[in-house]
């Protein structure tokens, strides 16, 4: 089956929770973008997240569906975070074609006193530690796992290191979060979550036209200037071009995915290929939890019964299992 593209400005809209895949020829630039909307406002209202917390995940989830979706390989792309902040953990995991669950870890206390004190910044909440990209592509194939240190940067820019240090690929990532206040047909307020983010890569057919400056060593002496190294002007384009979008487009339904790369390149000639859908879809079951409940020793399947049963609660989707302790000979 051959895969359709289309030049902007055709008939078709993405909409919602999928991304689109665009390549723009005359700059040799690909990329992803996408709008999250019911999707990310479900897994975020499920778990009722403070609102920096919210963003924060938001966020991750955005960048993990743009660059899982890039998957050639049937596996799954983990983006996780582990710092020393009050927002200790943040996961996404996106599971091909297109399943993502994901959920944040934080402590309350300590949230509320950054926020009392002001400290909201995403480097302030996530504290220092380590951004890790782990790629599995199954049970018989080793993972590949990428980090990053976490050093005040911003999600964005972490992951444009990342693509820098383990691809040598030029990346821009923009990320925005959105929560939308409105009200339901019979007038009552309602509150909901939007997201939305756009991964460009420079891939000229050249690959030397790909090459970056290397990072600076830190070791030259003193009153050395560093080596300038000339940006490829498509790249330096691109990058402008992107530059110019505000977050609140990335977001907005008004606008839409397809509008704004039109906005962007359609001068340049960008394609656009069928939009990946993305869903709120869990890995968890009866089943596999089963199984990991049969590992226990008894002592501990005796300490895990509460009211005659053995509850077990996922942390990404909340769903709650009872299991009989007869099942595992407790």
């Known amino acids: 089956m051959e895969t359709e593209i289309r030049t902007l400005g055709e008939p078709g809209f993405a909409g919602d929770d999928s991304v689109l895949p665009f390549e723009v020829d005359g700059l040799d630039v690909r990329g992803r973008i996408v709008q999250l909307g019911p999707m990310i406002d479900t897994i975020l209202g499920r778990h009722a997240y ?34 020393d902040g009050p927002v200790d953990l943040l996961v996404a995991d996106f599971s091909t074609p297109g399943d993502l669950r994901a959920y944040a870890r934080f402590d309350g206390e300590r949230l509320q006193a950054a926020q009392e004190a002001g ?8 504290g220092n530690g380590v951004l890790a990209f782990t790629i599995d592509q199954g049970a018989y194939m080793q993972r590949y796992q990428g980090i990053v240190e976490m050093n005040g940067e911003s999600l964005e820019a972490m992951a444009e ?21 409105d009200r339901d047909a019979e007038g009552n307020p309602r509150q909901s ?39 490829d002007d498509s790249w330096s384009e691109a990058k402008a071009l992107v530059a110019t979008v505000d977050a609140g487009e990335l977001t907005d339904p008004e606008v839409g995915a397809e509008r704004l790369l039109y906005r962007l390149f359609h001068e340049r000639g960008a394609r656009v290929y069928p939009p990946v859908p993305v869903f709120d879809r869990c890995s ?17 399947l005796t300490d895990s019964v509460e009211d005659g049963a053995i509850t077990v609660q996922c942390e990404f989707c909340s769903t709650a299992y009872k299991f009989d302790p007869d099942e595992f000979g407790g």
């Open 50 to 83: 403070p609102e920096p917390v919210a963003r924060l995940l938001a966020e991750a989830i955005a960048l993990t569906v743009l660059l899982g979706t890039s998957l050639k390989f049937e596996g799954k792309l983990i983006i996780q975070t582990k710092g």
């Open 119 to 126: 400290m909201i910044t995403p480097a302030e909440l996530l």
């Open 161 to 181: 290191t990342y693509f820098r240090q383990s691809e040598q690929i030029p990346t821009l990532v923009r990320l925005s979060v959105a929560e939308l206040f």
């Open 193 to 231: 979550w939007r997201a939305g983010g756009i991964v460009v890569q420079f891939l000229p057919q050249a690959p030397d036209r790909m090459r970056l400056p290397d990072l600076p060593g830190g070791d030259a002496p003193e009153g050395v200037e560093d080596f300038y190294h000339h940006e």
């Open 284 to 300: 968890c079951s009866r089943e596999r939890l089963g199984e990991v409940l049969r590992g226990f020793s008894a002592e501990e």
